[in-house]
């Protein structure tokens, strides 16, 4: 059993008031009457929010795919600052974020033999390039990333290397993203290592769309990036199709692709500030960086959107919550969680002061469950917030831990508490990280959802009194991710 | 009231033997009881099918895109007559079809002010190229082709031309489909007329993927052909949001692509002889030409692949029937129904031969509705064949007119009667004319259902006493394509 299901359990013990003996323990986080009913208010007023689709559009119409270390980066970065003044954020400031910029120039393939066709492929983040005028090889394909584990280095040297499986389901809670996203991120250094002269994989998406799937690869210390790239669903089919009828086959794959030095983007920080001066806040955002096949609409623009709506209805209030609400626009979270990383370092020191964090970046549809990762004694505190959400579909699973969020996962790992707000993924993974991650695929109704459940959230969490156990290292075991 | 709705209006009530006074006419055409016992074998047959998906998956996966005039298209015609030939049908022979070839190289384009966005576009068939380099001018948009064909010249020249209407919305009869259509075919050559530099128009496809629809396009006799382009729906939802928040908007496009000469390709005819020797046959089959964007699975490998097996099951049964059975893979259906005329042309003198005609091409998806033009004293066998489908779930309008199919259009013209097997359209559209259309998009189970249908339906025409009216000039006006 996870400690934190076990604090779960306890504390659902001590918010139903069975268990009067077991709570003289420290004193519970409450979240006041007052502050429910204003709740009330804000959930209505979420309702029939049009703020966040009108950033969604503008940072997807105006500006477009936001590549990490993009000329659209900076951007965006301008974008973001500016929409925070104009919406009277009290706080606009930007923070430095350092990584290897990573350029996709050109990208193609195709089957060349037994037969000819052409491939829709997309290169992989760190995907290192062909040589000029592409590579030709025969494939050498595997089932499973534990095949390609098990295979002798003779088996692969100088081939393309295909890992086959798994196919992504559609799930309202993503599960089998994991799955794919593993293949990706650690089969091309296993390749690497091997002597593979490159690495395909079937997308990782649940979708039957030309529309090949994007996201990062890693390549071990020490491993020079081989052309690394993903088949669309279609593409893997039909060489699932050619390779079971003959073989064998060999692949033309032409990727101009690669690391280009270093770059210093920033996370943008917006915050609206807190009738109380002590420095404490809810933490909350989205990232501002977007793979370049699409325009990035719902990884991530509505996150940023639904998360500067809600803390912008907060503003609104008569009167402003006790503590403050601070939005972050991360940077390059696709390439490896970069600006959360940064912000983690950042405020390692004082992470007691943000309260509890909840980030959004799983789209634009509506959020169907809450779980969280917070200290025992603020459980009951997670349960009224729960009780605020509930009349907007959302469940509560008091027994699953909550990070927060991607971005948040590494601030979480060095204390910070944690709010989960999870979105129905079913539609998302059709077109994550494709060309297909476009405005029209947002649905105004559900993206108001999500403004109400995170402006009732953000705000009951800034009016507790008491913490959620934010504190250096706090949470380092919980298993949230 | 259209004739074909008059006749049918009389067949049926003489089907019903409420009007015994009007029987008195030409005898009528019947289906032989004998031959509705083995329809119903070949209808179970029928549902168990291997051999539609056998060669669906063979053509998409050995050659895959089937552009007129490619070289693939040679690949295809030797493949179709390699394949009748080794399933055994009498006889396999080609008749030469001849039509201008035009080519795609290449295609780009993007928004380039007020944003700067790339857009997801695709060349029409018979688009001409921009000029070296592209082509950048303003946006001059439209509403619908209406408001294009009210237009000014002063309004419209030098600018690229874009009509933003219709949508197409998912129907199972595919009803919306004509009227973006005419703005596909109509839009260029009239924009080009007014001294437009180019033409785009929102993609006709019921879809929200980045995969535009192609489709052919004309421009009248003496207009030089105009690049025009479809953008997919996303994209056009993005144009759509640029124009609405901002004028004037500019697009770069880059097509190259054009007319380069005459080709000669063929139809491929693959026959099963009848035991009579009269010379009568049925007519069926498809398209061996596809769009180049996708391998040509369900526009249409897939209608080809349902009529060859549905007359490769009748050709196994201990007898052969009555009739012959002739399947036609058409040239050239995509640019024109070239294929469709000049078997037209080529067999106007005999049409009285070709009993009647039902061809295959709106995808794999189910047979849910038969509709027909036949002599009134036809109706009551149409009405058995109606009664040996239904419980492969296809209803019966027999007051509806039907010319067999797309490539039969021509054929029933000059006088060929027509029974029109109409499939559900509602996933075709989605993929129609895209990169989208591949062998993943065909369901075994439906295609099977296909199968049967075209087995039975082609097997009691076979077998008919009496014909169905094919004569010169007979349903010059019934109204239906």
């Known amino acids: 059993m996870r400690l934190a299901s076990l604090f779960a359990g306890l504390s659902a013990l001590l918010a139903t008031g069975l268990a009067p003996a077991f709570a003289a323990g420290p004193a519970a986080t409450t979240i006041p009457d007052r502050a429910l009913a204003t709740a009330e208010t804000l959930r209505a007023q979420g309702l029939k929010d049009d703020l966040a689709w009108t950033l969604t559009e503008d940072l997807t119409t105006s500006i477009g795919p936001r590549l990490a270390g993009s000329a ?8 973001m600052a500016a929409r925070f003044r104009a919406l009277g954020f009290d706080t606009v400031r930007t923070e430095p974020v350092s990584y290897p910029k990573w350029v996709r120039r050109s990208e193609s393939g195709a089957i060349v033999a037994p037969v000819a066709q052409t491939l829709a492929l997309t290169a992989l983040g760190n995907s290192g390039p062909t040589p000029k005028g592409g590579l030709t090889a025969e494939v050498a394909a595997f089932a499973s990333l534990e095949a390609l584990q098990a295979a002798t280095d003779a088996a692969v040297r100088g081939k393309i290397v295909y890992v086959a499986n798994p196919r992504m389901s559609v799930r309202v809670d993503g599960a089998d993203y994991g799955k794919g996203s593993r293949v990706r991120s650690r089969g091309p250094s296993l390749a690497a290592q091997k002597g593979a002269a490159a690495f395909v994989l079937r997308s990782v998406g649940s979708d039957n769309n030309r529309t090949p799937h994007t996201g990062v690869t890693s390549f071990a210390d020490g491993v020079t990036p081989i052309p690394a790239a993903a088949l669309s669903n279609p593409d893997a089919d039909l060489l699932d199709t050619v390779l079971r009828r003959s073989a064998p086959v060999s692949l033309r794959l032409d990727l101009d692709c690669g690391l280009e030095g270093e770059y210093t983007g920033a996370n943008v920080i917006g915050e609206i500030s807190g009738r109380d001066d002590a420095g404490e806040y809810v933490l909350t955002g989205g990232h501002l960086d977007s793979w370049d096949l699409g325009t990035g609409a719902i990884d991530d623009a ?11 209805l907060i503003a609104q209030l008569p009167e402003r919550p006790r503590r403050s609400i601070r939005v972050v626009a991360f940077a390059n979270e696709e390439a490896g969680l970069y600006g959360g990383k940064a912000y983690a370092e950042n405020h390692r020191a004082e992470i007691a002061k943000a309260v509890i964090g909840a ?4 789209g634009a549809d509506r959020i169907v469950k ?29 027994a699953a831990p909550g990070s927060g969020g991607s971005d948040l996962s590494a601030v979480h790992a060095v204390g910070m508490a944690g709010l989960s707000l999870h979105q129905d993924t079913s539609r998302y993974f059709e077109w994550h990280h494709t060309a297909n991650d476009t405005l029209d695929k947002v649905d105004i109704e559900q993206l108001r ?4 459940v995170y402006a009732v959230a953000l705000y009951l969490a800034a009016e507790a009194e008491g913490d959620f156990g934010s504190a250096p290292g706090a949470f380092a075991k919980d298993g949230a991710n």
Chains 1, 2 share one sequence.
């Open 302 to 312: 509505s996150g940023i959107a639904i998360t500067t709506a809600a803390a912008h």
């Open 359 to 362: 980030e959004s970046d799983a």
């Open 370 to 398: 809450l779980t969280a990762t917070v200290k025992p004694s603020a459980r009951g505190a997670i349960d009224r917030i729960a009780a605020a959400l509930a009349p907007l579909g959302v469940t509560y699973d008091a």
């Open 72 to 79: 659209n980066d900076l951007k965006a970065r301008e974008w």
């Open 449 to 452: 959802q999500n403004v109400a």
